[in-house]
């Protein structure tokens, strides 16, 4: 994965490079990424080591086969390794659990090792190889079974985005549960500055509109929720969906039912949560943090979401409403649709308050220094 702003793994890397630049000096050794990403968030960087895949397809395959290494850029990584000072590091942090080889090489080293965990690898992988049976998956899913045993045995400390994933590590892995905390997914709010002409008030569901989990879960909304959703709701809210490339059956569904606006593939998404009034996220299924809600919590609106998609933002009760029925579903939007202009301006401030508590970068900022100074007093006292 690289830093970027357009997928949840790029935006953990974001949080990971502008927490720990805040009070560090940081060498970024990873893919090439855009700058302009880096630039947004004011995230300076001492030293960049970027590494490429390698379009040896043999060479891949052999490093899968006999040593259980199923990235490309392993032999351009082993390249930049040289280049690298070892010595003027305090600490190694890792925004991975999939390539164990990183920590063999670090722990030679004596170096803190510190594993931000974006979810629990081989659950997804058993989950994907549950759906689709093919012998790549078993490959791949055995290898990551290994790298992430592998890695938890070497790091110093690990650091999982949602109390569930910790859990899971500890059943897994075992080890002493103090070297496991959690930092849960923080983003930088959205620029204030967009705005679109957009079907206001509004009910908002965002994301890529051709993935499994999102695609899945907008589908059951329509079909199941808004086809039956009461007049209450029906007569104050209007229904937008953005997102990329909308499956058939989504497309078709908001042409057939009232008050949807589908808006495929646009530009910018912030404005689609910075003039919502609702936010819902049906989402069933998937691997680590919705960074969505996050994204809608930013903008200070109420979300109503699944109890699989809540983990990780426990802290932010107060503004999620839970439902995993349709039913469930038509209660809470109505209960919404209910509240007077001055109850909704009084959740809104409290939903933002909630955000810039747990889930804003100065936040993340905060704890990744408190873990990285407390790991490395306990590693140099003893």
């Avoid at 659990?97 to 722990?107: H, I, L, P, S």
């Avoid at 090792?113 to 078993?138: C, G, P, Q, T």
């Avoid at 979300?303 to 579903?329: P, R």
Wanted: charged letters at 25%; a neutral charge; proline letters at 4%.
């Amino acid at each position: 994965n690289v830093p970027s702003e357009t997928f949840g793994g790029g935006i953990c890397i974001l949080q990971s490079l502008f927490s720990i630049s805040q009070f560090a000096d940081v060498d970024y050794v990873g893919p090439e990424f855009e700058s302009e990403e880096l630039t947004k968030y004011g995230i300076k960087l001492s030293n960049v080591y970027c590494i490429h895949r390698s379009n040896n397809l043999i060479l891949r395959f052999a490093n899968t086969l006999f040593y259980g290494i199923s990235t490309g850029f392993y032999q351009s990584w082993k390249k930049v390794i040289h280049s690298l000072e070892i010595s003027q590091y305090d600490c190694i942090f890792m925004d991975s659990t999939r390539q164990d080889f990183v920590v063999r090489w670090a722990k030679q080293f004596s170096k803190p090792i510190i594993i931000r965990a974006h979810n629990v690898e081989i659950d997804y992988f058993e989950a994907m190889y549950r759906n689709d049976r093919k012998f790549s998956v078993l490959i791949h899913k055995n290898i990551i079974k290994r790298s992430e045993r592998e890695l938890f045995r070497f790091a110093d400390y690990i650091i999982a985005l949602t109390e569930n994933d910790r859990k899971r590590f500890i059943e897994l892995y075992g080890g002493d549960e103090k070297r496991i905390s959690v930092v849960p997914i923080c983003i930088k709010p959205f620029n204030q500055d967009l705005y679109e002409r957009l079907p206001e008030p509004f009910i908002a569901i965002t994301g890529s509109l051709w993935f499994g989990p999102n695609a899945h879960g907008t589908e059951w909304f329509l079909d199941k929720v808004w086809r039956n959703i009461g007049e209450d709701v029906l007569s104050k809210y209007s229904l937008v969906i953005a997102g990329s490339n909308p499956s058939e059956k989504i497309t078709e569904l908001a042409r057939q039912l009232p008050k949807v606006n589908l808006y495929p593939n646009p530009d910018y998404i912030d404005a689609f949560y910075q003039q919502a009034s609702v936010y819902v996220a049906p989402i069933f299924y998937g691997a680590g943090m919705k960074v969505k809600i996050a994204e809608a919590l930013s903008c200070g609106i109420p979300v109503v979401t699944t109890k699989h998609a809540f983990s990780g933002y426990e802290a932010a009760a107060d503004g999620i409403y839970l439902a995993n029925t349709e039913d469930q579903f038509k209660e809470q939007l109505l209960k919404i649709a209910r509240f007077t202009d001055s109850e909704m301006e009084e959740h809104k401030r409290r939903i933002s308050d909630i955000f810039h508590s747990n889930f804003s970068m100065e936040r993340s900022a905060i704890s990744m220094r408190t873990i990285i100074e407390d790991l490395m007093n306990r590693k140099y006292r003893l």
